[in-house]
Each structure stands twice: as structure tokens, then as C-alpha cells.
């Protein structure tokens, strides 16, 4: 699956996906977004070195502001530290 994403994305230059970042509740606001952007920064990282171009990504970091799940728990922890991938549109 990943490899046809990055084969889409090398063979559409006009293509843009934005990776957002994500962390749980515990923590402060300001850690939290910090926190949700480096969790996005290292999924570039993995696109960069799949042989994706730099200016097709964006990054955004909701921190504690969209949780998958609702709970204070570890499941809900868990489900609430992700990087979420979605397309832009494409010119």
C-alpha cells in the first residue's frame, strides 16, 4: 500500500498530501503541539527517502484537539497518538 502511495505521488508531481500530526491528552497544550509536529516530521522523513518531493508535503499539528478516541486510558492513549495522511487537491 505504501509503496503504491509514494509511486502516486512521484509520478504526480501536482499531487500534495498532508501529514497531521496527533498525541493523546496528557501533557500541555504547547508540548502536545510540538509533540504531534514531530510525530509528523518523522513521517517525511519516510517520504523523502521513498523519492517524494519536499514541496508535496505539508505538515499541521492538532496536538490534543482531535482525538480518534474519548477515553482516559491507555487504549484511548494509544488510538490518540498517530499521524493522520489525507490528499490535497491536486492542480
Known amino acids: 500500500m505504501q509503496l503504491l502511495l509514494f509511486r502516486f505521488l512521484q509520478q504526480h508531481p501536482s499531487a500534495h498530501v498532508l501529514l497531521e500530526g496527533n498525541t493523546d491528552e496528557r501533557g500541555s497544550r504547547e508540548y502536545n503541539i510540538a509533540l504531534g509536529e ?5 513521517v517525511i522523513d519516510i517520504f523523502r527517502l521513498a523519492g ?3 514541496q508535496q508535503i505539508r505538515v499541521v499539528s492538532y496536538g490534543q ?3 480518534a478516541a474519548m477515553g482516559h486510558n491507555e487504549e484511548s492513549w494509544r488510538l490518540n497518538r498517530r499521524v493522520e495522511l489525507s ?3 491536486i492542480a
Not at 514531530?38 to 518523522?42: D, G, I
Request: positive net charge; glycine residues 0%.
Open 38 to 42: 514531530r510525530r509528523a516530521n518523522a
Open 52 to 54: 517524494v518531493k519536499p
Open 65 to 67: 484537539e482531535k482525538p
Open 87 to 89: 490528499f490535497e487537491a
